[in-house]
Antibody, heavy 123, light 108 residues
């Protein structure tokens, strides 16, 4: 059974940093591109970052470029999102998301999602 | 950037009704479209991909159609468990995914 277990969220002041993690199990983690998608309170879904299975290719939305860094540790089947220079508008539930097909560098549709992890940026 | 315009933003329907939700892309996305269902406090769930392919385990009352810039999600006979918010997602310009604004399906 595929499981994506997120951790690391919480309350942080503007300008602060947080690191989100997503522990994966039930599939060969290194074969799948992974992504982070966020959802501000009461709002829709927004793509944040993606990473290829090997970790060699990373992609970030313009809204987080230069502040967030996606990475993965395939030996531990774990996905990370390092978030620096956080802003109030980064407040959201952050989901880790698994691509549906192995071997793609550029992910397509998501077939499994984590449970979500709330990040609150507030003075 | 590609924009995804979803309509309506909300609708009220009764159990057994046929429901249609549309999603329009600002550019041709060549069927690179997925539909998700999200219930309050839960992660989204994949329903369809490549515009019309049903994800394994999803009931056949869900169907998708469309091409080019215009796509449709149809629920043929609404069930109590279908009351939720639905999102479309383009992945033609992957990894720069874009989601529609969502359609909330409520009980009439």
């Amino acid at each position: 059974e595929v499981q994506l277990l997120e951790s690391g969220g919480g309350l942080v002041q503007p300008g602060g940093s947080l690191r989100l993690s997503c522990a994966a199990s039930g599939f060969t983690f290194s074969k799948y591109a992974m992504s982070w998608v966020r959802q501000a309170p009461g709002k829709g879904l927004e793509w944040v970052s993606s990473i290829s299975g090997s970790g060699g290719r990373t992609f970030h939305a313009d809204s987080v470029k230069g502040r967030f860094t996606i990475s993965r540790d395939n030996s531990k089947s774990t996905l990370h999102l390092q978030m620096n220079s956080l802003r109030v508008e980064d407040t959201a539930v952050y989901y880790c998301a698994k691509d549906s097909l192995e071997g793609r560098v550029y992910p397509n549709q998501v077939d499994f999602w984590g449970q979500g992890n709330l990040v609150t940026v507030s003075p | 950037d590609i924009q995804m315009t979803q309509s309506p933003s909300s609708l009220s329907a009764s159990v057994g009704d046929r429901v249609t939700i549309t999603c329009r892309a600002s550019h041709d996305i060549s069927n690179s479209l997925a539909w998700y269902q999200q219930k309050p406090g839960k992660a989204p769930k994949l329903l369809l991909y490549l515009a019309s392919r049903l994800e394994s385990g999803v009931p056949s009352r869900f169907s998708g159609s469309g091409s080019g810039t215009d796509y449709t999600l149809t629920i043929s006979s609404l069930q109590p468990e279908d009351f939720a918010t639905y999102y479309c997602q383009q992945y033609y310009f992957t990894p720069q995914w874009t989601f529609g604004q969502g359609t909330k399906v409520e009980i009439k």
